[in-house]
């Protein structure tokens, strides 16, 4: 389906409304960075869930991880913000 950016958000807002869901996303700061460039109004949901970030406090954080990380050289190079 084709809509405006007013109609989605006005659809958004009615789903908000009605059933208060929860804003979940993959990567959510970057999907919230990129709809807040299309007008697409994000705010209408006060709770929110990031899988990656879940998946990272859960998982990434393990000792079990980060050895086999290390183990497999399963890393990249160092990025500005000193990411990996």
Known sequence: MLASVNAFNNWLAKAASQ???ILTAYNLPF??????????????????????????????QGRDYKRLVLANHLFNTQTVLRNM
């Open 31 to 60: 999907d919230r960075d990129k709809r807040s460039k299309t007008g697409i109004d994000l705010t209408l949901f006060p709770r929110s869930f990031c899988l990656w970030s879940k998946a990272w406090e859960l998982i990434g």
């Open 19 to 21: 059933y208060s869901p």
